[in-house]
């Protein structure tokens, strides 16, 4: 168990749906990074949340949003599946910023059918 | 913008022998990190190795060392003694001046027994 939990570990949807990615970081981590990976590619960068405040965007679209709440755990909100949607999408939480590495959860698993 | 390339998409090597991974990078920073995670087939993303650019010194875990040239931007894996629990996807990953990593698109590496 690395101390980030992401919750479902598995997702099945239609096309059309939206659904709501849930992460919780490890105990005394401020920092939240979504990433998005893609059958057999690296990780795409989506967004970055450091306590509370949203600290840094890549490339996410724009039916996709995510949020930090107090408690520091994260959601990330996917509408308007689509098929390409389909990836591994992670959750990783650092102290004081990836320099030192990131603790990534065990991933989410989405598929759009 | 900072580029990271690992040009191997897939390796082999013979249990107990050693192998490299490599992996070049592109940056006008002159302060950054850079690190090798590891992904095994349970999909988790491990930490294997960090190296701070400021530091001439290769950092070295165990059976894992990198071979840092700063002029050459570059930043190979070294596995010594491998075993077959080092199969996995190996991604080198870079850290700047953002808040974020930019990872390499992986290089799969199997373990012969």
């Known amino acids: 168990d690395s101390g980030v939990t992401q919750t479902p570990k598995h997702l099945i949807t239609a096309t059309g749906q939206r659904v709501t990615l849930r992460c919780s970081p490890r105990?005394?981590?401020?920092?939240v990074y979504w990433y998005q990976q893609s059958l057999d590619q690296g990780l795409q960068f989506l967004i970055q949340y450091y306590n509370g405040e949203e600290r840094a965007k890549g490339n996410i679209l724009e039916r996709f949003s995510a949020q930090q709440f107090p408690d520091l755990h994260s959601e990330l909100n996917l509408s308007s599946l689509e098929l390409g949607d389909s990836a591994l999408y992670f959750c990783?939480?650092?102290?004081?910023?990836?320099?030192?590495?990131?603790?990534f959860g065990s991933g989410t698993r989405l598929t759009v059918v | 913008a900072q580029t990271v390339t690992q040009s191997q998409p897939e390796m082999s090597v013979q249990e107990a022998e050693t192998v490299t991974l490599s992996c070049t990078y592109d940056?006008?920073?002159?302060?950054?990190?850079l690190f090798w995670y590891k992904q095994p087939p349970s999909r988790q993303m491990i930490l294997v190795i960090r190296q701070e650019a400021y530091k001439q010194q290769n950092a070295t875990e165990n059976r894992f060392s990198v071979n840092f040239q700063k002029a050459a931007k570059s930043f190979s894996l070294k596995i010594s003694d491998s075993q077959l629990g080092d199969a996995a996807m190996y991604f080198c990953?870079?850290?700047?001046?953002?808040?974020?990593?930019?990872f390499g698109t992986g290089t799969r590496l199997k373990v012969l027994a």
């Open positions: 990953a870079y850290s700047g001046g953002t808040y974020k990593y930019i």
């Open positions: 105990s005394g981590d401020l920092s």
């Open positions: 940056t006008s920073e002159s302060d950054y990190y």
């Open positions: 990783a939480s650092s102290a004081t910023g990836p320099r030192y590495g990131y603790t």
